[in-house]
């Protein structure tokens, strides 16, 4: 697999304050990758170091294989755009302006990707308003359009839907998994808002306390947290035997626990498994969120350590 | 290449600014002024040429608001953030630091251009031409230069200062460096030996009037030309004389006292000039040495 993004042992401190400790990630080619995390997990940290804005204390990182320490990384960084915390705009310009002024920047020959853009982020009508005027939803999707100028193959986006009324919260998304699946784009998204993560990640990485707790894929996560009916019953390989009878799918967890997958007729297996001298002491519909599987994976503790 | 499409980028932000032409029409309007006021001037005092008098009258203006421009213009990179849109697409540091002193300076010499333009445009026909135009020339070189260690400098400071109190830090050290420049000068004017008039008496004669006589330390009455003289506890010795000269030699502050004056007073009361190609270099070193440690500093430095 070819991957975008990938981090060795990547450490950074503030002082003695320790905001991640040998993170590890792998962002993988034409991949959504969300990087889940509390407040203060250290999810912006990582994308200050990825966007060459802070430098590591130790560890390394590559994009597109270009090595931190190496000079390829800046050719590597001409593929990148992003959106770190606030977006980066020029308050007193337009958002005419604010683009041309990105494509001077790289060098761009022209502006002609200009209406391109500010049509794709829905603000060709607001082309000629100073972006002092915009309302929140507007700066981020301007920001966005910036980070678009130049057309990059990698996009990072920092909490992009953080404080966006919910018809806002719709719109970004929407241009995200536009530009994933039309431009092929790989998008790193660092969010805490679970729920809005699972409908746009093809890829998790859980991170807590400055570390990496586990990647995920969306389907292994889909497999994980999907729906089910658990029995605890007294005879697990009996509950085998009728459910293959049944041709139910099913997985048993423990010695006295099965998930079955599919739709279920409780009195019939109540009764199917009473005939094989098996116990049903609990039926119950089964459904695990991201967010339950979230907090099994970092815990409950409430707040974060600042990292961010 | 990178430099140039960076520098393409702040010359659009910089005449988009309105600061920037507040900046032009306070140059311009200085050169409208400085015609009046010799003009006015003109039979009250001796002018070695009328129009030379008032060519460099600029500077001290400009030595205050290029760095109130200069130190905002960059400090709304970090303010808006914008400074990330140049980072993460590979724009290097060292790229970001020269780009934005090439254009804080070249504000800077755009002004002197607008007040040289308007005063001489102005001045020619009210005060007749220049009677100097090489030693003018000349000067203003000097003073670009002047303005390139100035600039090196705020562009220091507003590269590592990313709060808007860099203005008023820039301004102050401006300030400084004017003050500075005059303290430093006032004191390596102080003569070595002074009178002693230690020995001087107040006398009231017989009709009620004073006189005042002068005695020596045994107390016999002495003429006023034999006063014996003494050494000037105000006067600064060696090492630190040459110490504190070169202070001024090579800040910005001590340079433009050292430009405007035609060179600084001696202890004996006569006037010395330090060469231009001398303070040249120092201006062109002080440039490139701050320069240097701001880009250490920059490279190093975390950003938000």
Redesign the interface.
Same mark, same amino acid.
């Given at each position: 697999m070819e991957y975008v993004l990938q981090t060795s042992a990547l450490g950074k401190s503030y002082g003695h304050f320790k905001a991640l400790e040998n993170f590890n990630i792998a962002v993988p080619k034409g991949a959504i990758y969300g990087i889940v995390g509390r407040n203060g997990a250290g999810k912006t940290t990582l994308l200050r170091l990825v966007c060459g804005l802070q430098t590591p204390t130790y560890g390394t990182y590559s994009i597109y294989g270009a090595n931190n320490g190496s000079l390829e990384i800046i050719k590597a960084r001409r593929r990148m755009g992003a959106v770190v915390e606030t977006p980066s705009i020029y308050l007193d310009m337009s958002a005419e302006n604010n683009l041309r002024q990105q494509c001077r920047i790289l060098g761009l020959p022209d502006f002609s990707c200009v209406p391109e853009l500010l049509e794709l982020v829905g603000l060709e009508s607001a082309g000629r308003k100073k972006a002092r005027n915009f309302s929140l939803g507007m700066r981020q999707r301007l920001g966005i359009a910036v980070a678009l100028c130049g057309s990059p193959d990698f996009l990072v986006l920092d909490e992009p839907v953080n404080g966006l009324d919910p018809q806002g919260i719709v719109e970004v998304r929407e241009l995200i998994l536009k530009l994933n699946q039309e431009r092929n784009i790989t998008v790193l998204i660092s969010s805490h808002i679970l729920e809005e993560m699972h409908k746009l990640a093809t890829h998790y990485g859980f991170i807590d306390g400055g570390r990496m707790v586990r990647e995920i894929s969306a389907q292994e996560l889909e497999a994980t947290c999907r729906k089910c009916v658990r029995a605890d019953v007294s005879e697990p390989k009996a509950v085998a035997l009728v459910l293959d009878e049944m041709q139910l799918e099913y997985k048993i967890l423990d010695g006295r626990q099965v998930d079955i997958y599919d739709a279920v007729n409780v009195s019939k297996l109540v009764r199917a498994l009473s005939e094989r001298g098996c116990e049903v002491y609990n039926i119950q519909n089964h459904d695990e969120s991201l967010e339950s599987y979230f907090l099994s994976l970092v815990g409950t503790g409430k707040g974060g350590d600042g990292r961010d | 290449? *990178?430099v140039?499409?960076?520098l393409? *980028?702040n010359f659009? &932000?910089m005449i /988009? &600014?309105k600061r920037f032409w507040l900046g032009t029409f306070i140059m311009a309007a200085g050169g409208v002024y400085m015609v009046l006021d010799i003009n006015r001037m003109k039979d009250m005092a001796e002018f070695d040429g009328l129009l030379d008098s008032g060519v460099f009258q600029y500077a001290i203006l400009l030595f205050l608001i290029l760095p109130a421009l200069g130190s905002l213009f960059i400090n =709304?990179d970090y303010n808006? $953030? =914008?400074? /990330?849109? #140049?980072? =993460?697409? $590979? /724009? =290097?540091r060292t790229q970001v630091y020269l780009s934005n002193l090439i254009t804080v300076y070249a504000a800077g010499v755009f002004y002197t251009l607008v007040y040289e333009a308007v005063y001489l445009l102005v001045g020619f026909p009210v005060l007749g031409s220049l009677r100097h135009p090489q030693a003018a020339l000349s000067k203003l070189l000097m003073m670009l230069l002047l303005f390139l260690a100035l600039s090196a400098l705020f562009t220091l400071l507003a590269t590592l200062i990313t709060n808007r109190s860099v203005l008023l830090i820039c301004v102050f050290m401006a300030f400084g460096l004017i003050l500075g420049a005059q303290i430093i000068n006032a004191k390596l004017e102080a003569p070595e030996m002074i009178e002693d008039y230690g020995g001087v008496t107040y006398i009231t004669t017989e009709d009620g009037n004073m006189t005042v006589q002068y005695m020596d330390k045994n107390g016999n009455p002495i003429d006023p030309e034999d006063i014996p003289r003494v050494p000037n506890p105000r006067y600064v010795a060696e090492p630190m004389r040459t110490v504190l000269r070169k202070v001024n030699d090579i800040q910005p502050g001590g340079q433009l006292a050292e430009l405007l004056e035609d060179g600084h007073l001696e202890p004996d009361g006569f006037k010395t000039a330090t060469p231009y190609w001398q303070l040249a270099l120092y201006a062109a070193g002080l440039a490139a040495a701050v320069t240097a440690g701001g880009l250490i500093f920059f490279r /190093?430095k975390?950003? #938000?």
């Open positions: - | 290449m *990178a140039i499409n960076l393409s *980028a659009f &932000s /988009r &600014s =709304t808006d $953030g =914008t400074i /990330r849109n #140049k980072l =993460t697409v $590979g /724009r =290097t /190093r975390d950003l #938000k």
